[in-house]
């Protein structure tokens, strides 16, 4: 796979790359961005990081989120 998930991805192409990673960003405050109805606007130029300061998400958050998407990444595209 020729793209490599880092913070500095956006959320379209995370979306597009893991489809299922939307459920991991909605318990992370995804959800109020579709609720806003601004996922067509936002998605393309927010980044995973810029998600993370968009929601003032902890250390200890961004941490979780990033591992819980690499889980993702590494069981769809590394055979595991």
Do not use: W
Not at 40 to 68: C, D, P, Y
Request: charged share 35%; hydrophobic share 40%.
């Amino acid at each position: 796979m020729a793209v490599k998930l880092t913070e500095e991805l956006t959320l379209s192409s995370l979306l597009e790359l893991l489809p299922e990673s939307k459920e991991v960003l909605r318990r992370f405050g995804y959800e109020r961005i579709e609720r806003d109805g601004v996922e067509e606007i936002v998605n393309h130029r927010l980044t995973i990081k810029g998600f993370m300061n968009l929601f003032a998400l902890s250390e200890k958050e961004r941490e979780e989120l990033f591992k819980q998407l690499l889980e993702l990444y590494n069981s769809k595209y590394s055979g595991g």
